[in-house]
């Protein structure tokens, strides 16, 4: 099974808040979880990413915990600021053919930040 | 954006059309990869390559086709564009080392 499921759809933090946006997954073969985060008109953009053998990896305001035997992990942005702002998008990376990684994304969380 | 550019940016196009979008990189990275961005759907898989004439298919290959005849541009097309693929294509390099993938810009394209 490839899906990785995300929740929620939506989210509105107050400026200052956590923001926080799970993911799950069923196949125990992938082995590396990025997040990405969108702005409108924009590429999605690699935010960061953890690999199972860690339960935690935080840089600056963004922290994943990973949680292997759950089979789920998220993401935590502290002190959300209004530029946080943008949807975010959890993926799952499963080797596939000739070396390549195949990642499965999921559906996204559209992040609000009001002041 | 990583090195990557798309184009075109935006195409309005009728129906039985056959549309190509330009992926080009100058990472000289040896996996490409196309995706479409739906609302409610993520983004899936179309298309990917992993060399110079060598590609495979992702979860929503089917109308599309792809080719790689350089290691720095990766072509999409549409042999005869439907209006269900009215989408946002997005392009994506890695180097292949890990599961880290860089997106372009995107194309919106609209399919009447």
């Known amino acids: 099974q490839q899906q990785v499921k995300q929740s929620p759809q939506s989210l509105i933090v107050q400026k200052g808040g956590i923001s926080i946006i799970n993911c799950a997954y069923e196949n125990t073969a992938f082995d590396y979880f990025p997040w990405y985060q969108q702005f409108p008109g924009k590429g999605p953009a690699l935010l960061i990413a953890i690999r199972p053998d860690v339960s935690e990896k935080k840089e600056g305001r963004f922290t994943i915990s990973f949680n292997k035997s759950a089979k789920q992990f998220s993401l935590h942005i502290m002190d959300s600021q209004p530029g946080d702002s943008a949807t975010y998008f959890c993926?799952?990376?499963?080797?596939?053919?000739?070396?390549?990684?195949?990642?499965?994304f999921g559906k996204g969380t559209k992040l609000s930040v009001i002041p | 954006d990583a090195g990557i550019t798309q184009s075109p940016r935006h195409k309005v196009t009728e129906t039985g059309t056959p549309v190509t979008l330009r992926c080009h990189q100058t990472?000289?990275?040896?996996?490409m990869y196309w995706y479409r961005q739906d609302p409610g759907h993520g983004l899936r898989l179309i298309h990917y390559?992993?060399?110079?004439?060598?590609?495979d298919k992702g979860e929503v290959s089917d109308g599309y086709s792809v080719s790689r005849s350089k290691t720095e541009d990766f072509l999409l097309t549409l042999e005869s564009a439907t209006s269900s693929q009215t989408s946002v294509y997005f392009c994506?390099?890695?180097?292949?080392?890990?599961?880290?993938?860089?997106f372009g810009p995107g194309t919106r394209l609209l399919v009447l």
């Open positions: 390559s992993y060399g110079v004439k060598d590609t």
């Open positions: 993926a799952a990376s499963i080797r596939s053919g000739a070396g390549s990684y195949q990642l499965t």
């Open positions: 994506a390099i890695s180097p292949g080392a890990s599961g880290t993938q860089y």
């Open positions: 990472e000289n990275h040896r996996y």
